[in-house]
């Protein structure tokens, strides 16, 4: 046991008469442990058999082996992991000084995409549910196109969230299966290059910095007027060929912080032809809130990220709940929404608020996770369900590995 000799040299050197009985063999998704040791992503699949070796009719030793499926390749792979993230509001929607959009948004440790990419003669998915993989295979498409690539791509979502919860599933799948694409292909091209090839990032430009950078990010929002890159209130899913906007703002987001998530078991937020009424209907928002909300950003938000105030960034989040856009989202919400995020900040929070058009709830905290957990939870009991939960910011953007 304390000697690096392999099992069969051992049974050789004292001639020990033996037979291996498999016991099982299956395919495991690897846990932390196992990321560090083999130097994958979590939940990447591991080949895992167990067997005794059998001696005089009596089991001698029993053994349990796991190794990366990685390690026995039979072609090129290029595995993505990406973080998801939260979207704390959108900045200007008046639009009345020539810009628009804007946005606020941190990345996140949980939940997240893993999914890997390989060569095929048709472009096909596997994994997940249906809207992934339609989401997949249409990034996959414009990728192929936008780098003039023969042939398919055969995509495996190993790990994913819910769609059109707040959370930017769709952007983090995009942006993973064009970046695969080009790792492929052998070309290297900039995430903002990605996202408009695949579509993503015309209103906001939180997510595509989530995939690029990680940690607290702030956009700069897009021309706005006849002539200019927009010429109307329109969700990202409506804006198809607008660049993603610049982030005029980047920081680490404190890695002693928490976030605590709470989606609760309601419809989907808003989508599709559904968002792009409430944006046509909503907009312009009154231009006092939207400077009212540049100044939370700009004197509060900013400084409480720089300084590590918790109090002061957390004033700022609870405010902007009230102001421009936000509070048009938050209005669409079902009356029970708002109710949870009180409870949240009662439970110890310095801020909570809604996620893009929800229904999920985030909380920051520096302490008392559990507290705020549990309230989080027994509130989604007594309100129909759904799921809570803890994540660590992520200051650092997508990773990808090529086996």
């Not at 390749?73 to 810009?99: A, W, Y």
């Not at 959009?101 to 390989?118: F, K, M, Q």
């Not at 007027?225 to 060929?241: H, L, Q, V």
């Not at 938050?330 to 439970?347: D, F, S």
Request: neutral net charge; contains cysteine.
């Amino acid at each position: 046991m304390r000697a690096d000799i392999p099992i069969g040299k051992i049974l050789a050197a004292h001639r020990i008469e033996a037979r291996r009985e498999i016991l099982d063999a299956r395919v495991i998704p690897a846990g932390a442990e196992h990321a560090g040791i083999f130097g994958v992503f979590r939940d990447e699949p591991l080949l895992s058999r167990r067997y005794q070796i059998i001696h005089r009719g009596e089991p001698l030793i029993s053994i349990e082996e796991q190794f990366p499926y990685h390690a026995f390749p039979d072609e090129r792979r290029v595995i993505v992991e990406t973080p998801s993230r939260i979207h704390l509001g959108l900045i200007d929607m008046h639009g009345g000084i020539g810009r628009v959009d804007g946005g606020i948004g941190i990345s996140l440790a949980e939940p997240g995409i893993l999914l890997e990419v390989s060569r095929a003669r048709e472009t096909v998915a596997r994994g997940s549910d249906g809207d992934a993989r339609e989401t997949a295979v249409r990034a996959a498409s414009r990728a192929l196109a936008g780098i003039r690539a023969a042939g398919g791509v055969e995509i495996v979502l190993r790990r994913t969230y819910p769609s059109h919860v707040g959370l930017g599933r769709g952007s983090q799948i995009a942006l993973a299966v064009a970046r695969g694409i080009c790792e492929l292909h052998g070309r290297s091209l900039p995430v903002r290059e990605l996202a408009r090839m695949v579509g993503r990032g015309g209103t906001s430009g939180i997510g595509t910095a989530a995939f690029e950078l990680g940690g607290f990010i702030v956009d700069g929002g897009h021309a706005f007027g006849p002539g200019a890159e927009k010429d109307g209130f329109r969700p990202s899913s409506a804006s198809d060929g607008v660049r993603p906007a610049p982030v005029i703002a980047r920081h680490d987001f404190p890695a002693d912080w928490r976030i605590v998530l709470a989606t609760p078991r309601l419809p989907a937020g808003a989508s599709g032809a559904r968002e792009s009424e409430i944006f046509r209907g909503a907009c312009p928002v009154p231009l006092g809130e939207v400077r009212e909300t540049c100044h939370e950003v700009l004197m509060r938000m900013l400084p409480g990220i720089v300084e590590h105030d918790l109090d002061l960034f957390g004033r700022a989040v609870n405010r902007i709940q009230d102001l421009g856009f936000k509070r048009v989202e938050i209005g669409l919400q079902p009356a029970a929404l708002p109710l949870l995020m009180e409870e949240m900040r009662q439970a110890g929070a310095a801020c909570a608020g809604l996620s893009s058009f929800g229904p999920t709830v985030y909380a920051v905290i520096d302490s008392d996770a559990p507290a705020v957990l549990r309230a989080a939870g027994a509130f989604l009991k007594d309100h129909g369900g759904g799921e809570a939960w803890v994540s660590a910011p992520r200051n650092t953007g997508a990773a990808v590995r090529v086996s």
